[in-house]
């Protein structure tokens, strides 16, 4: 998988979002086995504490299952857009960010513009 650091989040929160950026790409199906908590630190070079907080958080997400004794996978697709409370905190973010970007005078179409971007590079 490969986490790199250029985002500036904590490296969990960066595992975070590249095991859920795989599964908008495609690359990990419903069903498919995540590596072990060892074998994903080993892989991604972190501790595997903090493998292990990425798995629970991820679980807690309805992004992961864990079968004792099998493994770990992929869910069927976690959450249906709408008032779930993972869409709801999320919103409440993404209107934090709008307000920063229009207090520092960033135009709509430019904003708009970014978010096109970024919604089909995680699509691709």
Do not use: C
């Amino acid at each position: 998988m490969q986490v790199n650091d250029q985002s500036g989040l904590p490296y969990y929160e960066q595992l975070i979002l590249h095991v859920k950026q795989q599964i908008v790409q495609g690359i990990l199906q419903p069903g498919d086995r995540l590596p072990s908590v060892r074998d994903m630190a080993r892989q991604e070079q972190l501790n595997p504490n903090t493998v292990s907080k990425v798995y629970k958080q991820l679980e807690a997400q309805q992004v992961i299952t864990t079968v004792h004794g099998k493994g770990t996978y992929v869910r069927e697709t976690a959450v249906a857009a709408g008032d779930s409370a993972q869409v709801v905190a999320t919103k409440k973010q993404l209107f934090t960010l709008l307000t920063e970007l229009r207090y520092l005078g960033v135009p709509l179409d430019e904003v708009v513009k970014w978010i096109k971007e970024a919604y089909q590079g995680v699509e691709q």
